[in-house]
């Protein structure tokens, strides 16, 4: 019997919810992964998975025993690794990313990771939607902002330094405002997924500002500030290269807003491999000396 091939059976039918995404993922066929499980519960002379023609559902014995496998996997595959690769850091590598962090931060140092490490094959993932971590297989999420309460464990790795920015077309019609509470005469590019929704979070001076465009990706601000829509607030890095070109014009200099938090989660169950170890700390050495992502390890 082969107990390893049916608890890794087990723990991808428990990450995916799904026997037939298993199948896919073996290329055994859904009966073999069927027949796998059963066994592996006939072998513990325990129920682990409730099955209904819609999802499957751990028993209380089966989420205490995923977290021990899930374990016993990765230290496996970990173990597997080092012994092949005499510890160099290798294998597929998964990381999720936001549209705009990849566009200009993340990608320009995707040649120089790889130039360092070239066993590791990375599969970046870009998109501003939240992932599940342990259903898509993905190793690392980087994620802008503050994190709601999670199960995934997360290591700072930055900061992303906002300003309120505005075209110069835009400014010679309506003005320049002095401070925040003028924004409320303004019209404001609003990012939908804000954290404190319309209230700009200037130190002392939080000011609920209001605007006709709403948009839920930070790209999307960008392109209506530029348009001359209105007034943005964004991380510094959205416009470093249309502030150093004159295309818009930092506002309201002298009063502070607080950074949003980069951070990078990983599933807390999982043993986390040398590659998601060796990015993690390359992202982190190289946004602790960029002054618009002053690193935070």
């Known amino acids: 019997m082969d107990r390893l091939l049916w608890m890794h059976c087990y723990a991808r039918a428990v990450e995916t919810g799904s026997f037939s995404a298993v199948a896919r993922e073996l290329a055994i066929g859904q009966p073999n992964v069927s027949r796998h499980i059963a066994s592996l519960e006939a072998h513990l002379g325990t129920r682990l998975l409730h099955r209904s023609t819609r999802k499957l559902t751990l028993t209380p014995e089966g989420e205490r025993y995923y977290t021990e496998v899930r374990r016993a996997l990765d230290a496996i595959a970990e173990a597997e690794s080092t012994a092949r690769g005499e510890e160099k850091p290798q294998g597929l590598l998964r990381v999720a990313c936001p549209v705009a962090l990849a566009r200009f931060k993340m990608l320009p140092l995707v040649k120089p990771f790889l130039q360092r490490y070239p066993d590791i094959e990375l599969d970046l993932q870009i998109a501003d939607r939240k992932i599940d971590l342990i259903e898509e297989g993905v190793d690392i999420a980087v994620r802008v902002g503050e994190l709601r309460d999670s199960a995934l464990k997360a290591r700072r790795l930055g900061t992303a330094r906002r300003i309120c920015v505005a075209s110069p077309a835009y400014l010679a019609e309506y003005g320049t405002p002095q401070k925040p509470e ?116």
Not at 231 to 245: I, K, N, T
Not at 260 to 288: C, E, G, H, N, W
Request: with cysteine.
């Open 182 to 297: 003028e924004l409320r005469q303004h019209n404001c590019v609003l990012f939908s997924l804000l954290a404190t929704g319309n209230l700009w979070p200037f130190d002392g001076q939080p000011v609920e500002v209001r605007g006709n465009f709403k948009v839920n990706s930070p790209e999307g601000v960008r392109s209506a500030v530029l348009d001359g829509l209105g007034v943005g607030l964004m991380p510094c890095w959205l416009f470093a290269d249309a502030l150093a070109a004159g295309e818009v014009v930092q506002l309201l200099s002298d009063w502070n807003i607080p950074a949003l938090p980069i951070t990078a989660l990983y599933p807390a169950k999982r043993l986390l491999p040398r590659r998601a170890a060796v990015f993690m700390d390359y992202l982190s050495q190289v946004f602790a000396s960029d002054t618009e992502l002053q690193g935070a390890g």
